[in-house]
């Protein structure tokens, strides 16, 4: 079984974010912390050996106060952030285990995350050494000119829209931080491509949005009751669809 490493981000400023006069990780979604709700899913898994949430200096003390019983029984470590995400995720790819495989990079402000997406890239990364959950885009894009007018409409075609988790060999990941020189990535496949590695596309979904926005925050309330719900021992038995009461 491979293992993995996870690091999830959560040292941005957040300033498109005014809800609960909190950063947009800290703040509480239907009584959990969206970052929180963003490491659920890598926690108890057993190809998972280390979780690292990156904070940025400022926020530290704060953090390790607030959370001081999620990070002792989750066995959370924490990382000082950098100046920019490229930064941040650099800070914690120093600290991961000799013995970690590949390293998962997973947005702290992405908290509608379910098994069966984290099981899928982390299969595809192992096949293929890196994967990215991603969605094709669907809608109409337009370029913009001057004055907020169209100059045209751009083609679809093979276009997706990228998501987290994104899953990298570790020395992949190293080699291309190594690489970076002045590129700013958005992402980290972005630097992973720039080192000349394939990384494969596997689709995810809609529902896995990154909060940035007070807007964001309610379609994420909305969506928690849309989630795939994991399939139960009852749902696995022959007679599960029958009323329990004419059993």
């Known amino acids: 079984m491979a293992k993995f490493a996870v690091i999830l981000p959560a040292a941005g400023r957040s300033t498109r974010f005014r809800l609960q006069k909190r950063k947009k990780p800290f703040v509480e979604l239907r009584g959990r912390a969206v970052w929180l709700r963003a490491a659920d899913q890598f926690i108890n898994r057993p190809d998972v050996l280390q979780t690292l949430v990156v904070v940025s200096p400022d ?10 019983p999620n990070l002792a029984f989750m066995n959370i470590e924490l990382v000082a952030g950098g100046a920019e995400r490229a930064d941040s995720v650099k800070n ?15 947005d702290a402000a992405r908290p509608l995350l379910v098994q069966e997406w984290v099981d899928g890239v982390f299969q595809a990364a192992t096949r293929s050494g890196a994967a990215i959950l991603a969605i094709p885009v669907t809608s109409t894009l337009k370029r913009e000119a001057a004055g907020h007018t169209i100059a045209e409409t751009v083609s679809r075609a093979g276009l997706w829209l990228a998501q987290t988790p994104q899953v990298f060999r570790v020395d992949w990941l190293r080699e291309a931080y190594a690489r970076q020189a002045g590129l700013q990535p958005t992402d980290e496949a972005q630097l992973v491509e720039q080192a ?3 990384v494969s596309l596997v689709e995810g979904s809609s529902l ?5 926005t007070d807007s964001d925050f309610r379609l ?13 021992f009852r749902a696995l038995h022959p007679f599960a669809d029958e009323d329990p009461a004419h059993l």
């Open 208 to 212: 896995n949005i990154k909060i940035t």
């Open 92 to 106: 914690a790819l120093a600290r991961v285990r000799p013995d970690a495989e590949f390293v998962a990079v997973h």
């Open 220 to 232: 994420a309330e909305a969506a928690l009751d849309a989630l795939p719900k994991p399939k139960t």
């Open 196 to 198: 000349g590695h394939p």
């Open 59 to 68: 926020d530290m003390e704060w953090f390790r106060e607030k959370f001081a």
